[in-house]
């Protein structure tokens, strides 16, 4: 039954969504999460296979803590690459980062992990021993699920969303674990807030639910 119920996830997040009929990110988002936890509630028993075990917890934590400011500082360099990095800065909304990842950044950080590194790439393990293959498919698929960058004919972002998918499937592999890369994932969706002055800094987190309160 969680290999169906994966499925459908994906179809939700792959086709459906970007490509077929627009669903509210607050629609979405909590439907997804519903799917992916009856996936788990069949799979109660072999936890371990998706990569969500408390053990270690503090560990786990303090990588992805150290993980982030290298990926948001690649993904940076990266912008200031293509001419589109941000130029202005302000403190109180970098101090107030972790009202961001709470408010919104976490949003697509958990369910996204939980399905393409958890989910997705836990039940493809069970099919092929080695995880080139598991890792392969969970990143060209989260890379398919965020096909604006390509119709807005930005291939460069394209490959860094692929790119990153890989990654994360490799850090999940060799951790066991998809806590670091919820904080990372989490945190790159809502860093460059921290060019904005608060008050607009925290209505486009809010807006990102597709609520649009301004």
């Known amino acids: 039954m969680s290999k169906y119920l994966c499925i459908l996830a994906l179809f939700i997040r792959n086709l459906l969504t970007p490509f077929l009929f ?13 799917i992916i936890g009856l996936a788990y509630y069949f799979e109660k028993d072999k936890t371990d296979d998706f990569f969500i075990s408390r053990k270690n917890l503090k560990r786990k934590i303090f990588i992805g803590i150290i993980l982030t400011p290298l990926f948001c500082g690649t993904e940076y360099i990266f912008d200031y690459w293509r001419g589109e990095a941000f130029t202005t800065f302000y403190w109180k909304s970098f101090f107030l980062l972790p009202v961001f990842v709470l408010t919104s950044g976490w949003r697509a950080g958990i369910y996204e992990e939980l399905l393409y590194r958890s989910l997705l790439m836990g039940l493809l393990l069970r099919k092929f021993k080695n995880p080139i293959f598991p890792i392969l498919i969970q990143g060209i698929l989260f890379y398919v699920a965020h096909p604006r960058y390509l119709q807005a004919g930005s291939w460069g972002a394209g490959l860094m969303t692929l790119v990153t998918g890989l990654t994360f499937g490799i ?3 060799k951790t066991k674990s998809i806590i670091p890369t919820i904080i990372i994932h989490s945190t790159i969706n809502v860093y460059g807030l921290i060019s904005m002055p608060f008050a607009e800094a925290f209505i486009k987190a809010i807006n990102a639910w597709g609520l649009k309160i301004l």
């Not at 627009?22 to 997804?32: A, D, T």
């Open 22 to 34: 627009s669903i509210p990110k607050y629609i979405h988002s909590p439907l997804q999460m519903i």
């Open 171 to 173: 850090i999940t592999y």
